[in-house]
């Protein structure tokens, strides 16, 4: 591959950032870099040491889309092969973040989509482009955005063409935070949220993503309660619990203490 595109990972505690890096294209998608970001993936997924992934593009851009060259070659193996990275990080087992600091077109924004959570900066843009381009959606895409935002905010983004900026994504659910400042800060606040599942459990981590996949099929409160039993009862006769109760206990037994020693 060449040198000046290629998927990056840098390890960072126990979060991973994948940044999509082909700046001279806007980190569109080749079939290269589409396998290469697939490869990250799964090389995240299998490693004992990252329990959470960010997942972002070099700027300007988050991701332009899939290369129109690939695309207008493309036929239905050549549409997997694009669609194979995106689909990687939408089936990823750990949490993933999208820290979006430009646009996020086409497959850019499935790519966007793809992730549990999405995060903007001031010049995130996120556009479905496909029907500008003559051509269908596809990579799941219709499926996914209507997973997260309301049916008339899916219309207008696929069918009418609207763009949307990192504030109005905020406003209709798409993004879940914006922040205010350069790329660097965009992808350490991604990574700060990713934190949080890096201080937890990293089997107990993946059960819970797991488990938000399945409840959110469910019909019924009672439902998501078996769903849920099951796997808390396990979680709860794990040594990990043991290890963090005990820790708690001698911390809050250490703070009674220290307040009773107080005149």
């Not at 089936?91 to 996020?104: D, I, K, Q, R, S």
């Not at 979680?235 to 220290?258: C, H, I, Q, V, W």
């Amino acid at each position: 591959m060449d040198e000046a595109n290629a998927v990056l990972v840098d390890r960072r505690d126990r979060v991973a950032v994948i940044t999509v890096h082909a700046p001279a294209t806007r980190n569109a998608l080749t079939l290269d870099l589409s396998a290469e970001l697939a490869d990250a993936v799964a090389g995240c997924d299998e490693d004992e040491n990252v329990h959470a992934v960010v997942v972002t593009g070099t700027p300007p851009a988050f991701c332009a889309g899939a290369d129109l060259t690939a695309l207008g070659e493309a036929t239905e193996d050549g549409l997997h092969r694009i669609y194979a990275g995106f689909l990687a990080v939408a089936n990823c087992g750990l949490p993933t973040v999208a820290a979006v600091g430009g646009a996020a077109v086409g497959a850019g924004l499935n790519l966007a989509l793809a992730c549990d959570v999405r995060i903007a900066g001031p010049r995130a843009r996120f556009d479905a482009r496909f029907l500008e381009l003559g051509i269908h959606p596809g990579g799941g895409m219709t499926w996914m955005l209507q997973r997260i935002v309301d049916s008339q905010t899916a219309a207008a983004l696929t069918l009418f063409g609207e763009v949307t900026d990192a504030a109005e994504a905020q406003r209709v659910g798409l993004v879940h935070r914006v922040i205010d400042g350069e790329h660097t800060e965009l992808v350490d606040a991604a990574v700060r949220m990713a934190g949080a599942a890096g201080r937890a459990p990293r089997a107990l981590v993946r059960t819970t993503k797991h488990t938000l996949r399945h409840t959110r099929t469910l019909a019924a409160h009672d439902d998501a309660v078996r769903v849920e039993l099951a796997a808390q009862l396990d979680s709860l006769n794990s040594p990990e619990f043991a290890e963090r109760l005990a820790a708690m206990r001698a911390k809050t037994s250490g703070a009674n203490k220290a307040g009773g020693d107080r005149p």
